[in-house]
């Protein structure tokens, strides 16, 4: 059974930054693509970042550009998003997604 599992959600003051992570079981971690998704309040859920099975190619909504990276380590079958410079319009809850797999998601609110 395949289970993505979040964490590293949490309240954060406008301009701080987070690092989410999501830890992958029950799949070949290494030969999927990751990525990670977030659904505003009120909003659809839309693509933050994606990345290709060896880590060698990243993709970025424009909102996030050279705010947010994504990386993994196949050793861990883990992947991160590396947050900075978090802004209150990046308040979603976050998902991790390996093809048609989600995880439970976590939240991150930025407010101060």
């Known amino acids: 059974q395949v289970q993505l599992v979040e964490s590293g959600g949490g309240l954060v003051q406008p301009g701080g930054s987070l690092r989410l992570s999501c830890v992958a079981s029950g799949l070949t971690f290494r030969l999927n693509a990751m990525g990670w998704y977030r659904r505003p309040p009120g909003k659809e859920r839309e693509l933050v970042a994606s990345i290709n099975s060896a880590g060698a190619s990243t993709n970025y909504a424009a909102a996030v550009k050279g705010r947010f990276t994504i990386s993994r380590d196949n050793a861990k079958n883990t992947v991160y998003l590396q947050m900075n410079s978090l802004k209150p319009e990046d308040t979603a809850v976050y998902y991790c997604?390996?093809?048609?797999?989600w995880g439970q998601g976590t939240l991150v609110t930025v407010s101060s």
């Open positions: 997604n390996a093809g048609f797999r």
